[in-house]
């Protein structure tokens, strides 16, 4: 009984898509968690989380796109087609989006949360957990990746897999404003 090289190939694949959705949950739970946070004390793990998982996101992006090529390889797959140039720009937008934008957002308010004094958390600091590019940013991505999952099963053909990706992003902002201002209520 031989090793089917895609077979592993395959599962190498989802399998660090599988952890990188389980990092953006965890990380989707330290954003909901801050804003509802009383004291610095219990804004600090959440924070430290942010600090140490997010940088990883696009690491694991790398591995990724790298087994992804593999598979191209091995199944004799055509990079032009629709749905490979689908799931690859947007691999590479959405990474790029965030560690230029969203990275330095977040470091910003890990930083803040550092910077406070113990006790009570100041307004100001809680009002800062709800830093709207951070959500939307955070909410595009992760929605975006699980429309990108769906066209990599699928394979629709180049408009239908932008389009599905495109709705997956919009669907990403409608949670981020529903969530977002269900934590702004936390604040008041």
């Known amino acids: 009984m031989g090793i089917n090289k895609v077979g592993v190939v395959v599962f190498l694949h989802v399998g ?15 954003l909901h968690a801050l804003p509802r946070a009383k004291t610095v004390q219990q804004m600090r793990p959440f924070a430290a989380l942010v600090h140490r998982l997010e940088p990883m996101l696009p690491i ?23 749905w490979i140039l ?23 308010l890990v930083a803040a949360i550092e910077a406070a004094g113990e006790g009570v958390a100041s307004t100001e600091l809680r009002r800062q957990t709800l830093d709207p590019f951070i959500w939307y940013v955070a ?7 699980l429309g990108v999952v769906f066209v990599m099963l699928d394979k629709p053909t180049g408009g239908g897999a932008v389009l599905i990706v495109a709705i997956s992003a919009i669907v990403g902002v409608a949670l981020a404003r529903v969530q977002l201002n ?3 209520k936390q604040i008041g």
């Open 16 to 30: 660090v898509v599988v952890v990188s959705f389980m990092i953006a949950a965890v990380l989707h739970a330290a």
């Open 60 to 82: 694991l992006a790398l591995f990724i796109l790298g087994f992804g090529a593999w598979l191209i390889h091995l199944e004799d797959l055509k990079w032009g087609d629709g």
């Open 86 to 108: 689908t799931g690859l720009i947007a691999l590479i937008v959405v990474e790029g989006l965030a560690g230029a934008l969203l990275a330095p957002h977040s470091k910003k």
């Open 139 to 145: 909410h595009i991505a992760t929605v975006s990746f």
């Open 182 to 184: 269900a934590a702004a």
